[in-house]
């Protein structure tokens, strides 16, 4: 491993250490939280309403205790008048159907017509239970219409369940259709489960109550909340992944912060907005286009067993003579890539792509297309040989490695060659010991590189091509739910870090366990700086060069410890990456050191000069443009020293 190697990984180091020192929150956000921890440890101690009570129960006995955090912007009522045009469908008793396929299991309260629960049934939690992405106690999502006389608020409301029920409460057929009763007509949500999917159709019919409205009411309001609960052994790493994310309907996904608190109002009409966990997202889909959206996104603190708080208002369109219903769709599951995409085919528009593939972060648009269309491929091919998830990514290590290989080779003999020329530099550095003539010195040398065909900056070239598939790599492998839950060696969660050392209490930087994966991979970083420091007490030098690398040499040493402090809480899948790709690059360079012969190389360098003498190699590119600044700063030197 050369110079130009070491300045890669120094560059890669410094990028990893300035995003995280620029997405840490700031101590506004800080200092928010710590109040925002104050409030909810009162609203704790609350006791929670029973939400299975019914008759006159209204709907805040739907939400838990600390239903502030859920705070939604529709208007509340406790009564009713009896002359309302609602007094009816505000009495009544709350059922739950349920909605079932082999992947998913659907909940709907009757009172307020709207899912209220979904458990994934093939996902686990910490707890060993499957996982529940909608829950009464945590999420909060009401629909509302703006009558001539009341407002429609549905959570206030009992529906009617028109399908059968089976004895166990489910509905027949995966459908079932909810109606609110109103002078002259009704208001319909029908329900469809799609089989074998984790799509829930939603279509809102208005059956004869256009007269209820004024002429110019056409949107239905959307208020939704959910506190993000956490699902995985990482705190950290999880709330890092966790965001509001929304499809714009002109193509781009985007999101609010996840490192800080967060709001924004949105101008562009959208597609769909989602409240994403790491491995889980429940999404709303509206055919019709989401408009008006604002969302707010809070950050929890470390021991609450929530990640974030969500809240979104929107408005979609709403026809009150029923002429074109309203169409919403619902996905609730898991954040894998081939899924998602999947899932777009299920649009109830068949014109419109979804894009829900775009849940899933890959990274940059050039790192994003390099997971895109090559690691995505390559390891869905590899994960079907039913191989264990140590293996697959011990597999896609060598391959991605074998890949590199012809510019990894490239890079050591460019390295190799200026160090088979070291005598002839040092004959230089003698030549020219004064400072006042490094000038001279430098342009002699850069004559003697084009003489042997040799270029400075052969080696960093093939480093930079690698660098793009090393950041897609770590934008892949967190993401990757293939490997949540898979154990491998001493880890028991390859999507988390490994805690087989741990001691129960956060220590400042370190947290509160040991991944030994981490270890590893920060002493094979130790393993490859010595290698390479070694390697360059053979490397061709100037005076001012040795100088300057006596300085970087404890940096290099420095940063394995950085890598440390910056990966412990990172998943032991992607910390298992990176030992195997430090110790595959070991191995690699050593094979090449092995491999060549300096001689060898000194005299086809050598020959390389006597076919060239009286044709000279004209010197262009990165080389030319240095030389023509040396040329250009001695002749101004010439000119000062003449004054």
Known sequence: MDKNTITGFILMALVLIGFSWYSRPSEEQIKAQHERDSIAAVQNERPTPDPSRDGGEKAGALLSSDSEALALTGERREDLDSASILFAASQGTAQRLTLENDLIRVTINTLGGLIEDVELKNYQDQQKENVHLISAKDSRMVLSLATKQDNIITDQLYFQPLTKSEPDGSAAENSVTLRLPLPGGSLDFEYTLRPDAYMVDMVIHANGIANLFAPSMNTLGIEWADRARQLEKGFDFEQRYACIRYHRNDGKTKNLSETGDDEEDIEEALDWVAFKNQFFSAVLISQQQLTQAHMKSQLFKKGQGYLKNYEASMQTAFDPTGKQPTQLQFYFGPNDFNTLKAHNGLSLNADKDLELEDLVYLGWPIVRWINRWFIIYLFDWLKGFGLHMGLVLLLLTLIVKALVYPATKKSYLASARMRVLKPKIDQLNAKYPKQEDAMKKQQEMMQLYSQYGVSPMGGCLPMLIQMPIWIALFNF???????????????????????????????????????????????????????????????????????????????????????????????????????????????????????????????????????????????????????????????????????
Request: proline letters at 2%; one cysteine or more.
């Open 477 to 643: 492998v967190p993401n990757a739910i293939e490997l949540r839950g898979q154990s491998f060696l001493w880890a028991d969660d390859l999507s988390a870090y490994d805690d087989v050392i741990h001691w129960g209490k956060d220590l400042w930087l370190i947290g509160d366990h040991l991944s030994i994966f981490c270890v590893l991979f920060c002493v094979m970083q130790v393993a490859n700086t010595w290698i390479s420091m070694k390697q360059q007490q053979n490397a061709v030098m100037s005076p001012e060069q040795e100088q300057s690398m006596k300085m970087m040499k404890w940096m290099m040493y420095l940063m394995p410890l950085m890598f440390f402090f910056m990966f412990n809480t990172y998943s032991s899948g992607l910390n298992y990456y990176y030992f195997l790709s430090g110790l595959t690059s070991i191995l690699i360079m050593w094979f090449l050191r092995k491999t060549t012969d300096d001689e060898k190389l000194l005299a086809q360098l050598e020959a390389y000069k006597a076919k060239n003498a009286n044709n000279p190699k004209k010197t262009s590119g990165m080389a030319a443009r240095l030389e023509a600044l040396q040329k250009m700063a001695a002749e101004q030197q010439r000119l000062q020293q003449k004054k």
